[in-house]
């Protein structure tokens, strides 16, 4: 396990910022049912979701959030029902951002049908002190601009409202970077205009952690101030990855992140 440590839609809002309490939250990423998977009904992906959810339950975490590839074809019924079900058995509250096979491409139209089915795109909460925002990373790869400035304004009102929160934290689906700010560009990161503009943004108000997927691997990076952590999937794997999740202890200390591999799975089965 990998240990760091250190010192339109509708939108989901709670009230200014409290007394700072310490506590624990989980990401997940790429649930994604469905995904390299010839299982019948999809048992296989059923039961990596349902030994991290199992896993994340036993935690008692504040939170859980999930970042993006819910499902690996965004119309498929049975997939979705998989997914629903399994959510359904957090014990936490859950908050979620899509992924780029949630949408199978941006468009204002499937946005629209996937705040139909899931009910938002992008969230705002404060709680405990801190100010945990989540984003659609689809518009920013897809260069929707339209889209992408739209949510771009609602994000600076956002980061704004957050400045006096003990710690901010970002969700989206794709990472700004996986490991460095001039790592080359890929379908895995930003532009480097994007990344750019984005830490910018970050580092003027003051964001401490950025969480992503779309890897199906684990990766963690630091950019001028700002830590960038990439959860591995709860489905399938790929490269060096394992199905895991992110636990995050938050402390009056700092954010320590663990990436850790779901109980039970045979990560050499789940990895490709």
């Known amino acids: 396990m990998k240990r760091f440590l250190f010192g339109a839609s509708l939108l989901l ?6 007394t700072f309490q310490p506590f624990t939250f989980v990401q997940m990423s790429d649930t994604q049912i469905g995904f390299i998977d010839t299982s019948p009904a999809f048992t296989h992906s059923d039961s990596l979701m349902k030994a991290a959810v199992d896993a994340a339950n036993a935690l008692d975490p504040a939170y ?12 498929d019924p049975v997939q979705d029902s998989i997914y629903r079900v399994r959510l359904a058995q957090v014990q936490a509250p859950v908050y979620v951002v899509p992924g780029n096979h949630d949408y199978r491409g941006f468009t204002r139209e499937k946005q629209a049908a996937y705040i139909a089915l899931r ?8 709680d405990k002190g801190c100010a945990f925002i989540g984003i659609d990373s689809n518009c920013i790869k897809d260069g ?10 609602w994000l600076e009102k956002e980061l704004s409202a957050a400045r006096k929160c003990r710690y901010t934290f970002v969700f989206l689906h794709c990472p700004v970077i996986r490991e460095k700010l001039d790592e080359p560009e890929d379908y895995f990161n930003f532009s480097m205009e994007k990344r750019r503009q984005y830490l910018d943004l970050f580092k003027q108000y003051g964001v401490d952690v950025v969480f992503a997927g779309h890897c199906h691997q684990e990766w963690s990076g630091e950019a001028e101030g700002v830590l960038f952590y990439t959860a591995g999937p709860v489905c399938n794997a790929l490269g060096h990855g394992t199905p895991g999740y992110n636990v995050v202890n938050v402390t009056d200390e700092g954010v320590e992140v663990t990436y850790t591999p779901t109980p039970g799975i045979d990560p050499t089965y789940c990895r490709f």
């Open 144 to 153: 929707v601009q339209e889209a992408e400035n739209e949510q771009l304004a």
């Open 64 to 75: 859980v959030f999930v970042t993006g590839d819910l499902v690996n074809e965004p119309n």
């Open 13 to 18: 809002m709670v009230a200014a910022c409290q």
């Open 119 to 126: 009910g938002y795109d992008r969230f705002s909460i404060q």
